[in-house]
């Protein structure tokens, strides 16, 4: 039907051309309490949800629960002998709004280990995939293969009572947890490992088990992992993959299929995919460089050739943040601890020095900084994980603690079925010609 596609394409053209058009002229007259620009560009901005756990400053950046990332990790439990907070505590955090002790990180850790066990059905549906298929697509039909387990949905076909939604929803949201570094380990050692499988250690906290589980030994990769897990964990309820589990649980989904539709949002190039897209764009540039420790000047080369070729320099820029994303800096301070001398490593920070220069001098770029994706594939690559197409999935594992304990208080406070109001372009024409009122019912 290549004639559909060429008569679509035109419709498209010519309608594409109108709301550039009109957003140049009218862009900022307000429909109801909304900018008609903030319509047409992806509702940035507009205030339009409830999500308990955590909530971003454009200037301060991240808190979880009122707490930064550097209160976090002075405040929050550690292992012993470690010095990075356990990604359990900022779950009872998340959850609670209260600071855990380490007796209860303990008992959140034994009751996760107890919780962990995975239906021989969920391997053989992974193996049933091919093994060069993605690793995000196969950890999301992992998450899809073990909805089986769903207390939620058993229950509620039951017919419980509403006021019982978060019960099952808790312990949905538990067990998924507790699965999720067997799941994406699996995928793992299948993808890249030959499938050696290796058993989980109930002994091991979370963080550390899921280290043990993809084959990393140790202490630094085991560190790092707590840290990943920690700072990754959620980034209030308006991004993509916060905001896709909220919507999906607002039709009473269980958690299994929110957060498979999460995922499948964070799997996008200007999601999560994106700390994949920085350590390919870094391989890159050494190889057409021929080294693996350029210069300042060489890199700001590339960049500049970079952008010349209409692309854009990943890791740089955030929809929300006006300042480097305390993450990055988060990621800076463990490289600085672990390894100051990495090759890898000295080019990020390189990159850092280079690039919002040259972003800030093309007068366009609202944020020049680099975000949490900027730093994170060069400590992974320090360790022996160059396999940066599995990135995302670490990213995944980490940002389940935040959307489901938001998703819990979601069925807890009721929050009802999400259902914004939308328009068609015509519909926009023809208010902006006085003929038809656009909002409401």
Request: proline share 5%; charged share 25%.
């Given at each position: 039907?290549?004639?559909?596609?060429?008569?679509?394409?035109?419709?498209a053209d010519q309608l594409a051309a109108q709301n550039k058009d009109i957003l140049k002229a009218?862009?900022?007259?307000?429909?109801?309490?909304?900018?008609?620009?903030?319509?047409f560009q992806g509702m940035r901005g507009i205030t339009g949800m409830v999500y308990e756990t955590?909530?971003?400053?454009?200037?301060?950046?991240?808190?979880?629960?009122?707490?930064?990332?550097?209160?976090?990790?002075?405040?929050?439990?550690?292992?012993?002998?470690?010095?990075?907070?356990?990604?359990?505590?900022?779950?009872?955090?998340?959850?609670?709004?209260?600071?855990?002790?380490?007796?209860?990180?303990?008992?959140?850790?034994?009751?996760?280990?107890?919780?962990?066990?995975?239906?021989?059905?969920?391997?053989?549906?992974?193996?049933?995939?091919?093994?060069?298929?993605?690793?995000?697509?196969?950890?999301?039909?992992?998450?899809?293969?073990?909805?089986?387990?769903?207390?939620?949905?058993?229950?509620?076909?039951?017919?419980?009572?509403?006021?019982?939604?978060?019960?099952?929803?808790?312990?949905?949201?538990?067990?998924?947890?507790?699965?999720?570094?067997?799941?994406?380990?699996?995928?793992?050692?299948?993808?890249?490992?030959?499938?050696?499988?290796?058993?989980?250690?109930?002994?091991?906290?979370?963080?550390?088990?899921?280290?043990?589980?993809?084959?990393?030994?140790?202490?630094?990769?085991?560190?790092?992992?707590?840290?990943?897990?920690?700072?990754?964990?959620?980034?209030?309820?308006?991004?993509?993959?916060?905001?896709?589990?909220?919507?999906?649980?607002?039709?009473?989904?269980?958690?299994?299929?929110?957060?498979?539709?999460?995922?499948?949002?964070?799997?996008?190039?200007?999601?999560?995919?994106?700390?994949?897209?920085?350590?390919?764009?870094?391989?890159?540039?050494?190889?057409?460089?021929?080294?693996?420790?350029?210069?300042?000047?060489?890199?700001?080369?590339?960049?500049?050739?970079?952008?010349?070729?209409?692309?854009?320099?990943?890791?740089?820029?955030?929809?929300?943040?006006?300042?480097?994303?305390?993450?990055?800096?988060?990621?800076?301070?463990?490289?600085?601890?672990?390894?100051?001398?990495?090759?890898?490593?000295?080019?990020?920070?390189?990159?850092?020095?280079?690039?919002?220069?040259?972003?800030?001098?093309?007068?366009?770029?609202?944020?020049?900084?680099?975000?949490?994706?900027?730093?994170?594939g060069a400590l992974l690559v320090h360790y022996g994980m160059k396999e940066f197409e599995y990135?995302?999935?670490?990213?995944?594992?980490?940002?389940?603690?935040?959307?489901?304990?938001?998703?819990?208080?979601?069925?807890?406070?009721?929050?009802?079925?999400?259902?914004?109001?939308?328009?068609?372009?015509?519909?926009?024409?023809?208010?902006?010609?006085?003929?038809?009122?656009?909002?409401?019912?």
């Amino acid at each position: 039907m290549e004639k559909l596609k060429n008569l679509f394409k035109q419709k498209a053209d010519q309608l594409a051309a109108q709301n550039k058009d009109i957003l140049k002229a009218h862009g900022t007259k307000k429909i109801g309490e909304v900018q008609l620009s903030q319509i047409f560009q992806g509702m940035r901005g507009i205030t339009g949800m409830v999500y308990e756990t955590s909530l971003l400053d454009a200037n301060e950046g991240i808190r979880f629960r009122g707490f930064t990332i550097p209160e976090l990790q002075q405040k929050l439990p550690k292992a012993k002998g470690g010095s990075e907070p356990l990604p359990e505590g900022l779950f009872y955090l998340l959850l609670t709004g209260e600071l855990p002790t380490e007796a209860d990180v303990a008992e959140l850790s034994k009751d996760w280990a107890k919780r962990n066990k995975i239906p021989s059905h969920v391997y053989k549906t992974l193996d049933a995939l091919p093994v060069e298929t993605h690793p995000m697509t196969q950890f999301v039909v992992g998450v899809m293969a073990l909805q089986t387990q769903s207390q939620f949905a058993k229950k509620y076909a039951e017919g419980i009572n509403k006021k019982e939604y978060w019960s099952y929803v808790y312990e949905d949201s538990m067990d998924l947890i507790a699965c999720l570094p067997e799941i994406a380990a699996y995928v793992y050692r299948r993808k890249y490992k030959g499938g050696k499988k290796i058993d989980s250690n109930p002994n091991l906290d979370w963080g550390a088990n899921f280290a043990h589980l993809l084959g990393f030994e140790g202490e630094g990769f085991t560190e790092l992992m707590r840290m990943y897990l920690t700072i990754h964990s959620d980034h209030e309820g308006g991004n993509v993959s916060a905001h896709t589990t909220h919507l999906v649980g607002s039709a009473l989904s269980d958690p299994y299929l929110c957060f498979a539709a999460g995922m499948n949002g964070l799997a996008g190039p200007l999601h999560g995919l994106a700390n994949q897209e920085v350590i390919k764009w870094i391989f890159e540039m050494q190889k057409s460089l021929g080294s693996d420790n350029p210069s300042s000047e060489q890199i700001a080369d590339y960049v500049k050739k970079t952008l010349a070729d209409g692309k854009v320099v990943p890791g740089y820029g955030h929809a929300v943040l006006r300042k480097t994303d305390p993450r990055f800096s988060a990621q800076q301070e463990f490289a600085k601890k672990h390894m100051p001398k990495d090759p890898m490593v000295n080019t990020v920070w390189k990159i850092f020095e280079t690039v919002p220069p040259i972003l800030q001098g093309l007068g366009k770029v609202k944020n020049p900084w680099p975000n949490v994706d900027a730093h994170s594939g060069a400590l992974l690559v320090h360790y022996g994980m160059k396999e940066f197409e599995y990135y995302t999935v670490l990213f995944g594992v980490s940002r389940a603690l935040g959307v489901l304990a938001a998703g819990i208080w979601s069925r807890a406070l009721g929050l009802p079925l999400e259902r914004p109001k939308s328009v068609t372009s015509k519909n926009v024409t023809e208010w902006l010609e006085g003929k038809e009122q656009i909002w409401g019912d």
